[in-house]
């Protein structure tokens, strides 16, 4: 559980199905509302690139959202690749 208006990392790593890391094209990352209606869109560049396949955003939580969804996507071999996960959200007095 994390805590409204704090700053968190996401962080995804690509591979193909056989494990192999990859670098996709056109790396975005998009959070949704617990109803999965979008927030906002982030497009990402080297500046969110660990290393090859791994990528970051630092992303403070809403005031106002109880859990977020947080989807990171891009293509390789003109496929689409995705990873998402959620985060509950606690406000604490």
């Known amino acids: 559980m994390a805590f409204a208006g ?3 990392r996401f962080r995804c790593h690509f591979r193909t199905f056989e494990g192999q890391i ?3 094209v056109n790396v975005k990352l998009t959070i949704y509302d617990a109803n999965k209606q979008q927030i906002e869109q ?17 992303y403070v939580l809403p005031d106002d ?5 947080f989807e990171f996507r891009g293509l390789y071999n003109e496929k689409p690749i995705l990873s998402r996960g959620k985060v509950k959200i606690q406000f604490n007095k």
Request: net charge negative.
């Open 6 to 8: 704090d700053t968190v």
């Open 65 to 69: 959202k109880q859990e977020i969804i």
């Open 42 to 58: 982030i497009t990402l560049d080297d500046n969110n690139k660990e290393n090859v396949g791994v990528y970051f955003y630092d």
């Open 22 to 24: 990859i670098d996709p």
